[in-house]
């Protein structure tokens, strides 16, 4: 036994709060929130002696000219709509056909797809995508909001395609629940659909800071949140939580130096699809051989839910990362699984990784806000990520391989189809 300070004793509830609530504002990525949120990060290394490095990129944002989608039979009505992000231009007149709704674009449903303008249920995801892209429709429309909403709210979702400007998918645009409940009512079999975009170019970036490891300092780690937020609301759970986090295992490892080297990055650009995270590795492109491992942090910081570690590595890890954690005493359960969050860049890169997320409320929405953020929670958190953080760093051989099962590496493929 000796009295040297633990990991516990060493990690602040209330300051990782205090770093919270600086940040109590609507940070989307390419805003100038988002470059004072990154400005500010790089202050509190300042204060604490180190110096972060901003690492810009950009990314392109679609602009939307004309949306609009009207039923011409059998009968004829124009309904709000918004143009889909990256989607293909319509010619300026628009295109007509005949109009099919198709549920969740299933391979059923979408058998009668060919030469019409489609309608699917809810936004567009992954494995939709590739379907829609080869159904032969002319044109989509895809369905947001609740039959809850009334005055302002009803109006249609934004939406943007998981694809990039150079790719772009057939035209298509959304519209609100409501009226898309309307279009099914009255039996909608024809219509024109006019969507008109192009695209600006906006900045991002990624702030990191090293400390470089006592001996095995050709071997990095990285623990990593995003600092970005969603339009709707300030994110402080999605994630301002996972990047105080960061901070404050960044200070703690700065007190009790690694033995490996440790890279503590805050994403920028990851609510509009992993950006930051993407940005980081095709920078670091030259180094990724010597990363071993990535500890990422997306959802934490409520007091009510649980920790759950979402582990894409190899399967034989959940339980070393079970005993890790069991160490911390702090509760929690491993999952090994594909997540969406940064994890899936370095993943992908053959990167083992791991989220840690905690099951809370209101990700995305107005109600995202520091009244739900617990010190209690944040303490917890960081202790349990550290003290898994802390073993790996010390092992004598890093105990986690690249062999990441071929199963995920597929999803992965499907998921970052469009960086290619
Ligand atoms: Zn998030």
């Known amino acids: 036994m000796n009295n040297l300070p633990t990991i516990q004793d060493q990690i602040s509830g209330q300051r990782q709060y205090d770093f919270v609530a600086k940040f109590n504002y609507i940070r989307e990525a390419g805003t100038d929130a988002e470059h004072r949120a990154a400005d500010t990060i790089c202050q509190e290394l300042a204060a604490m002696g180190l110096q972060g490095r901003l690492e810009p990129f950009t990314f392109p944002v679609p602009v ?25 231009n319509t010619p300026e007149e628009g295109i007509e056909a005949d109009f099919l709704y ?94 008109l975009q192009s695209h600006d170019v906006h900045t991002s970036g990624n702030v990191a800071v090293r400390i470089e490891g006592r001996d095995k300092k050709d071997e990095i ?25 960061v901070m404050e295992l960044c200070r703690y490892f700065q007190a009790n130096p690694p033995r490996r080297t440790m890279e503590f990055i805050w994403f920028g650009g990851e609510e509009k699809g992993m950006l930051g995270s993407a940005a980081y590795v095709k920078a670091h492109e030259d180094e990724l051989s010597r990363h071993r491992f990535n500890m990422n942090i997306d959802l934490a910081g409520q007091a009510i839910g649980g920790n759950v570690i979402g582990a894409t590595t190899p399967a034989s890890a959940c339980a070393l990362l079970e005993e890790l954690g069991a160490k911390s005493g702090i509760g929690m359960s491993v999952r090994h699984n594909v997540w969406i969050s940064a ?15 905690r099951d809370g409320f209101g990700m995305h929405t107005e109600h995202d806000t520091i009244d739900l953020i617990s010190p209690w929670s944040l303490k917890r958190s960081a202790v349990l990520l550290g003290t898994i953080a802390e073993a790996l760093s010390e092992s004598e051989e890093f105990p986690i391989g690249r062999d990441i099962p071929e199963e995920f590496l597929k999803k992965l493929d499907l998921q970052f189809e469009r960086f290619e």
Request: charge should be neutral; proline fraction near 8%; glycine fraction near 10%.
């Open 64 to 88: 939307i000219q004309t949306a609009s989608f009207t039923v011409t039979a059998p009968y004829q009505k124009e309904y709000a709509a918004t143009g889909c992000g990256f989607c293909e």
């Open 102 to 195: 198709v549920e969740n674009a299933d391979a059923i449903s979408l058998r009668e797809a060919q030469g019409k303008i489609i309608m699917l249920n809810g936004p567009v995801r992954g494995p939709q995508y590739q379907r829609l892209r080869s159904s032969g429709a002319l044109g989509f429309l895809c369905v947001g909001g609740t039959p809850l909403d009334a005055g302002e709210k009803r109006i249609p979702a934004p939406v943007c395609l998981p694809n990039r400007p150079e790719t772009p998918c057939m035209p298509g645009a959304s519209i609100h629940y409501l009226d898309a409940v309307e279009l099914i009512a009255q039996g909608a079999s024809r219509a024109r659909l006019t969507v």
């Open 221 to 245: 780690l990285t623990v990593t949140a995003h600092y970005d937020s969603v339009p709707a609301g300030p994110g402080a759970y999605d994630n301002m939580a996972g990047c105080a986090i």
């Open 343 to 357: 994890t899936n860049t370095f993943a992908w890169m053959g990167i083992p990784a791991i989220t840690l997320n």
